[in-house]
């Protein structure tokens, strides 16, 4: 069993920046790829990042340029660095794993950014 933890959250102006981690744990080895998505009152879950292990990364155009994943292969964490943060970045961010084709995802940590 995967078990992801987020941490990082908060509450944040707009143009603030912030850093989210997310720990992978349990009998996890060499996971492929790992990312965040978000979900923001009212709407649906929505893709924010993603990165391999090769370290290849992918943005959708709403945080590309502000937003910059990472991880720590090592030790099975995956950042999120949040810049330039908009009023409509207020979400719960997810982490989020594939292994063995199975999908697991973090309880969630609170964005919110005030004007």
């Known amino acids: 069993q995967v078990h992801l933890v987020e941490s990082g959250g908060g509450l944040v102006r707009a143009g603030g920046s912030l850093r989210l981690s997310c720990a992978a744990s349990?009998?996890?080895?060499?996971?492929?790829?790992m990312g965040w998505y978000r979900q923001a009152p009212g709407k649906q879950r929505e893709l924010v990042a993603t990165i391999s292990s090769a370290g290849i990364t992918n943005y959708p155009d709403s945080v590309k340029g502000r937003f910059t994943i990472s991880r720590d292969n090592a030790k099975n964490t995956v950042y999120l660095q949040m810049n330039t943060l908009k009023l409509e970045d207020t979400a719960v961010y997810y982490c989020?794993?594939?292994?063995?084709?199975?999908?697991?995802w973090g309880q969630g940590t609170l964005v919110t950014v005030s004007s």
């Open positions: 989020w794993t594939r292994y063995y084709d199975v999908d697991y």
């Open positions: 349990g009998s996890v080895f060499n996971i492929n790829v």
